[in-house]
């Protein structure tokens, strides 16, 4: 089921992160500006933050694996009809609606997962699932890279990437089962999922809520997925924006970020259960100050190799993304099994909320001081500012965590 479902999300980012790819196009074709296209990006972002706060909570109740198969369905539908329009708010609109088709995933698998992997060893499922996310955002950038060395347009980045989106659906519908008994095996915490069943949509919110660290942790992890989104976003458009087909190998050092991230996940996830002892929090800083370090190198120090810039990059994505293996699993820590897809769904819509914010200034810096290399400094400071706020959140994990206050 872990396999299954990480297969899937495997594409689920042909159709999102294939935007950064395209904007550069979309810009020049449409008349866009630098902060019009954050503001596109951005529309995505709360669409999928929104929809993590609804969807979060439906996961507990509903079958994760019917929401996550319309979830890549309709996320199909809308790239499609976003290739064929030619208005701003158009595909503002459209862009907006596919962030809420794509949150259709992460929380339903989070649940998915959760009921069949004991606490013991979620920590690596959770990575190994993280790395897939990792994975897709490299599968896209490939993609996306090969697609426009073959000289195609933005529409068809919007097209023909997603396809493999289109069949991985089917493969998860097929395979995938909510939990162990429609399988034929014995559940896992069945007392506490009946229990999580007769709680009301705001009552399990409202629960979640009470828990301070956990909210602590839903504002830290908004920062670090406000610096993986300005990674994921601008990095496209920063060595689009020059003369690239002059020096086409230099796209190639854009996709050792998202390869960096993929390992980053499961790396984390794994150092979080044995060297750190389950202590997640002191992970997650030791690698956003990681990334702090590796990004103000980046605007720093003047590369001339392609070497260097490529293991630049690479380090760049697996500080930055390899934390947020760290913070899926403390849903679990600190809510207990009742909530989990409840805990996903908030911690979720935080960290594209804040992501959200994010895409506009990063644009706007871009437009005022012309250079695209200046998004790494604004995100080295809110790789820190991440760091800062996980320190306020401690706990000792163990097999019989309560809920803390």
Not at 89 to 98: A, F, R
Not at 153 to 160: A, N, P, Q, T
Not at 250 to 271: E, N
């Amino acid at each position: 089921m872990l396999l299954v479902t990480m297969l899937c999300y495997l594409f689920f980012y042909t159709g999102r992160h294939n935007f950064g790819w395209a904007a550069e196009g979309m810009g020049r074709e449409l008349n866009l500006n630098r902060e019009m296209i954050g503001w596109i990006s951005s529309a995505m972002l709360m669409g999928y933050a929104l929809g993590q706060l609804i969807n979060g909570g439906l996961a507990d109740r509903y079958s994760p694996r019917m929401m996550i198969t319309a979830g890549a369905l309709l996320s199909v539908g809308a790239n499609f009809l976003i290739s064929f329009s030619g208005s701003f708010y158009v595909i503002l609109m459209l862009w907006g609606l596919n962030g809420y088709f794509q949150s259709l995933a992460w929380a339903p698998g989070g649940r998915l997962i959760s009921n069949w992997w004991a606490k013991e060893e979620r920590g690596k499922a959770f990575g190994f699932f993280t790395m897939a996310a990792g994975s897709s955002s490299a599968v896209t950038f490939l993609l996306s890279i090969l697609l426009l060395q073959q000289g195609v347009s933005w529409h068809e980045l919007f097209r023909i990437p997603v396809l493999l989106l289109l069949f991985a659906a089917l493969i998860f519908w097929a395979l995938a089962r909510n939990t162990p008994s429609e399988k034929g095996f014995a559940d896992l915490y069945s007392e506490e999922k009946q229990d999580t069943d007769r709680r009301g949509w705001a009552q399990r919110y409202a629960e979640v809520l009470k828990h301070r660290k956990f909210v602590t942790a839903s504002v830290a992890i908004g920062f670090q997925s406000m610096a993986r989104y300005g990674l994921i976003v601008w990095v496209p458009v920063h060595y689009l924006g020059g003369d690239w087909k002059s020096n086409p190998q230099y796209l190639w050092v854009a996709v050792l970020m998202p390869l960096g991230m993929s390992l980053g996940a499961v790396s984390f996830g794994a150092l979080s259960d044995t060297f750190f002892k389950g202590n997640r929090p002191a992970t997650i800083r030791m690698g956003m100050l990681a990334s702090a370090l590796i990004t103000l190198s980046i605007y720093y120090i003047p590369v001339h190799s392609l070497v260097m810039e490529g293991a630049l990059m690479f380090l760049a994505g697996f500080f930055v993304y390899g934390p947020q293996a760290n913070f899926w699993p403390m849903s679990s820590d600190l809510l207990g099994e009742k909530l989990v897809g409840s805990g996903i769904g908030l911690m979720n819509m935080c960290a594209y909320l804040f992501a959200a914010m994010g895409e506009p200034l990063l644009g706007r810096v871009i437009d005022k001081t012309h250079d695209t290399a200046s998004i790494f400094l604004v995100i080295s400071a809110i790789c820190i500012l991440c760091a800062c706020i996980i320190s306020f959140v401690s706990y000792k994990n163990d097999n019989q965590l309560k809920p803390l206050l």
